[in-house]
């Protein structure tokens, strides 16, 4: 990576001159495409400032008062400034800086650890504390998934009935000893009572059906207020996926409580709740949220980590890889999601750790065995037919309906989420996930396939029909009497059960496709990924199926007669439910590799790679047709986190000068001098701005660039200065230099904070095109870039200022007929409403179609 050149540029010398001195770091670095020369220039000896006279009264002293030493690489690393170095909330971390202090503090360790055997012990630990933490890591994701998996089962179950024999049983634990269960209803046993048969005393008839009804309505609603109103309260940051703020943290963004303990209770209190009330999300992605909160938690055991924001995100990056190995049972998909997907700074040794974290979790996880079929994995399936060439089609035909549903889901769900923030909607969270709660489970309790569990949905998509299958999906007709068979060989007519199964999944289908728009970005905990591949599972059986009785009755046909004889097992619909789950959730994240190797590990299908791999990629062609944006990237920019898609091209042709600040309308660039301010000067800068750094400049005629300061760093430092300090007044001066300045002998006591000044901040030419500085901030994770001309400084560009210009720029390219459209629009309204309303419309005509099949459904049960 060129930060790993970057981080040797000079920033922690103590002096200017010892740039200058003879080490690896005169060398001529190209960084991004830009060859950037740290050689001293003739203003050294301004830049040093002018020795202390013989006759100056000062000592040569820092913020804290100790004498200043020239021999050391960092003065406030010597002696350390209590604040100095850290972050507030909502800012970025410096990645130059956090990786050049680790690497003062590792030369620290290695020169002293033969001095003693104390100090070699502890350059031991220093070493393997990265190994340990990611194994507490990987233990404590693994047991919390684990808990997860069968609290959210047994209370799932909990909305249909209850096992009197044992009530911490689940319906289908509490049926494993049972020896009065049937093949056909191999789900009923005497130990498990419906609610129905616990208050009314009968399990058939209408009465018990709308009491069943009723109850499943009663816990889904109990359910869901009970997890919004702990977020609420508790833990606001524990709501929604957690995947785009990992991704802003992980590129150096801050948000403080975001990983803390309190967001990790609430959040797997939460997850069980909203998972089990039946709303259409997933538990899937919160876990990688859960996984990086216990990442941060035990990254503060260790100083090595707790101490440095670069080091910990090291550790959270190994950490989103145990969330996805326990959410999926996909160790090698969790590290390649995390490289894929969330990092943005993701060296070797993190690539070893993040394995070995993903290794432990899922042992844990196989140790607890939450599923009870002894596997890791989720949906594990076999297929006794190979895939041929020309299925391949329909396969692609997938990826092509999985990349248009993450193209409509992306823009229909951001702009549900725009609306809910710029109304007065939403206010009212609690409101808002009781009545989708309500929604979804009144529509989905009359079909099966939407009241059951929707992991339980997308496993039973995916199996294949065989003789102890008992599912509709597998009712096919015999040969022999036409009456219903249970069959190894299901290539044979469909059966009224088969058809039955066919309406009900489409009802499913839309009913999915509606309630998880809606459903993605409520005030509750709620991933993606099993939604998505629901979706996609759903649509892959519908077409498995209606491909086999293709092949059925039409197996004369040149496109089946090849290799599809009369009677022989050729079309396996388990295999398109599972290639149109992939396709729907690599529609909606954009996904490619990781998705891939997550599907075949989760469903042991390595043999199908390839048809997994054709539709995933078609769907990315498809989705990235209607822009490149994923559903994680698009709720990043609706929330406006500072974040550097490295995914994006910058194609324009503007130049440094155009982004910079300050603009020709706007105020003068507030700078600082090196040895003219006085502390009630500097404090006044920074009160009157609001600026989170200072350039600082020879003189206000040379204007020449010496550094780069921090206001953090600066107020913290005066404050210190103060209480340590004697002597330090408002009319005190101070100084970035070397040396203190020549002052009257009656003058106050001077505060040197040359401790706190970055001496080689990132700097480009007026000229630089913007496609380097995207570059350079990208790749280097920086948080400012000073604009210069011959040395003086012009202006500085921020992450803030790149991505507004990148918006700006996406503004004024926007289709023709996109403007047209908005000029024939009335002005009062708003833009946003434009493309809501074709939504609302479309929707509410399928959700009035989908209302009318719910009569009809519970028109035949009653």
């Known amino acids: 990576m060129e930060s790993e050149q970057l981080y040797h540029r000079g920033y922690c010398r103590n002096s200017y001159n010892s740039i200058a001195s003879a080490s690896s770091d005169e060398e001529l670095l190209d960084g991004a495409g830009v060859i950037m020369d740290f050689h001293t220039t003739e203003d050294d000896n301004l830049l040093d400032g002018d020795a202390a006279s013989p006759g100056s009264n000062y000592a040569m002293s820092n913020g804290g008062g100790a004498p200043s030493s020239t021999t050391h690489l960092l003065d406030f690393l010597e002696e ?31 020169s002293k650890k033969k001095e003693s055997a104390w100090e070699f012990t502890k350059s031991l630990y220093d070493a393997w504390s990265g190994w340990l933490v990611v194994t507490l890591t990987g233990l404590a994701s693994g047991a919390l998934a684990g808990l997860i998996d069968i609290a959210a089962d047994w209370m799932n179950d909990l909305k249909e009935g ?17 020896n009065e269960t049937t093949f056909a209803e191999r789900d009923k046993c005497p130990q498990w009572k419906s609610w129905a048969e616990l208050i009314l005393g009968q399990a058939e008839g209408p009465g018990s059906y709308i009491m069943n009804y009723f109850m499943y309505i009663y816990w889904a609603l109990s359910f869901a207020f009970l997890a919004v109103c702990l977020v609420k309260v508790f833990a606001p940051y524990a709501c929604g996926s957690g995947i785009p ?59 090595k980590y ?36 969330v990092s943005y700074y993701f060296p070797l040794k993190t690539l070893w750790r993040s394995f070995f974290a993903a290794l432990v979790a899922a042992f844990v996880l196989r140790s607890i065995n939450p599923f009870g079929n002894s596997r890791l994995v989720l949906f594990y399936v076999e297929y006794h037919t190979p895939w041929y060439l020309f299925e391949l089609i329909p396969f692609i035909l997938l990826g ?58 997308i496993k039973e998509l995916f199996t294949d029909c065989g003789p102890l299958e008992s599912s509709q999906l597998c009712q096919y007709r015999s040969q022999m009497n036409g009456s219903k068979a249970f069959s190894d060989n299901p290539n044979r007519p469909a059966g009224p059960g088969v058809y039955a199964a066919m309406w009900q999944l489409c009802l499913a289908l839309i009913f999915k496709i509606i309630m998880t728009i809606f459903t993605f970005g409520l005030k509750v905990p709620s991933g993606l990924f099993i939604p998505s591949m629901a979706i996609g599972a759903i649509a892959g059986r519908i077409v498995g199926i209606a491909m086999e009785q293709l092949a059925y009755y039409h197996h004369d046909w040149f496109l089946f007669k090849e290799w599809c004889e009369v ?31 997550i599907v075949f590990e989760l469903t042991g299908g390595l043999e199908y790679i390839v048809p997994l791999m054709a539709a995933v990629m078609t769907s990315k062609w498809v989705g990235d047709a209607f822009g490149r944006e994923g559903i994680y990237e ?64 020879v003189s206000k005629e040379s204007q020449r660039l010496v550094g780069f300061a921090l206001r953090r760093d600066i107020t913290i430092a005066i404050e210190n200065a103060r209480r340590k300090q004697e002597g330090i007044m408002l009319n005190s001066r101070v100084y970035f230099t070397q040396h203190a300045p020549t002052l009257p002998a009656d003058s106050p006591r001077p505060l040197k904070l040359r401790s706190i000044l970055d001496m080689s901040p990132f700097t480009v030419t007026d000229h630089t095109p913007m496609e380097i500085v995207v570059d350079i901030f990208r790749k280097l994770g920086l948080r400012q870039c000073l604009v210069t001309h011959n040395g003086i400084v012009l202006g500085i560009i921020t992450k803030k200022n790149i991505l507004e210009h990148l918006e700006e720029l996406k503004q004024h390219t926007e289709p023709l007929v996109t403007r047209m459209h908005e000029t024939w629009c009335e002005k009062t309204v708003d833009s946003s409403r434009l493309h809501i309303k074709p939504f609302f419309s479309t929707s509410f005509f399928l959700l009035f179609a989908l209302c009318c099949s719910w009569v009809g459904l519970v028109w035949i049960h009653l």
């Not at 096992?163 to 000893?177: D, I, K, R, V, Y």
């Open 80 to 110: 350390p400034i209590p604040g100095v170095g850290t972050y507030d909330d909502f800012h970025t971390i410096d990645w130059v800086r956090e990786k050049c202090k680790d690497r003062e503090r590792h030369r620290k360790i290695n």
């Open 162 to 178: 209850v096992c009197l024999s044992a009530m911490w049983f689940n319906h289908e634990q509490c049926c494993w000893t049972s």
């Open 245 to 303: 703020e990992i991704k802003t943290i992980l590129s150096g963004f801050i948000i403080r409580g975001y990983l803390g303990k309190w967001t990790l209770m609430i959040k797997t209190i939460t997850l069980v709740l909203a998972v089990a009330s039946g709303l259409s999300l997933g538990k899937e992605g919160p876990l990688v949220h859960v996984a990086c909160c216990c990442g941060n938690i035990f990254s503060y055991l260790f100083p």
């Open 306 to 341: 707790s101490k440095n924001e670069a080091k910990k995100r090291e550790v959270l990056s190994a950490a989103s890889a145990a969330g996805v190995s326990v959410a999926f049972g996909a160790p090698i998909g969790g590290v390649l999601f995390s490289l894929e997907e």
């Open 400 to 457: 092509v309906f999985g990349g248009l549903w993450g193209a409509f889901f992306i823009r229909a769900n951001i702009a549900w989420c725009r609306r809910r923030k710029s109304t007065r909607f939403g206010k009212y969270p609690v409101l808002e996930v009781i009545l989708v709660a309500a929604i979804t489970a009144v529509v989905a309790f009359p079909n099966p396939y939407t009241r059951q569990n929707t992991s339980e949905l």
């Open 567 to 597: 009677g022989a097992d050729c079309i396996t619909p388990g295999l398109y439910a599972m290639v149109g789950a992939a396709a729907c959730l690599g529609g909606v994240t954009r996904m490619t590799v990781s998705l891939v190797v």
């Open 634 to 697: 698009a709720h990043i920019r609706l929330n406006g986190y500072p974040f550097l898609d490295a995914k994006e091209e910058f194609t324009h042709t503007t130049l440094a000068r155009d982004v910079m600040r300050p603009r020709h309308s706007d105020p003068p660039l507030a700078v600082l001098t090196q040895d003219d301010l006085t502390v009630e000067e500097l404090q006044a800068t920074i009160n009157e701005t609001s600026y989170n750094g200072f350039p600082v400049i």
